[in-house]
């Protein structure tokens, strides 16, 4: 258990490049998801018409 301050401990993971893609490799794909529902819904509704 790393007892250090939480914003020692993220300042450090930030400086880890792995970690970082690794985040921006995730956002990517919450982004992915996201505009599929979104395209998803809008065809459906294109559907209802």
Do not use: F, G, I, Y
């Amino acid at each position: 258990m790393d007892v250090r301050p939480l914003q020692e401990r993220k300042s450090r993971e930030n400086k880890s490049p792995d970690l970082c893609a690794l985040r921006r490799k995730r956002d990517r794909e919450r982004k992915q998801v996201k505009r599929a529902a979104e395209t998803a819904e809008q065809h459906e509704k294109r559907l209802r018409k």
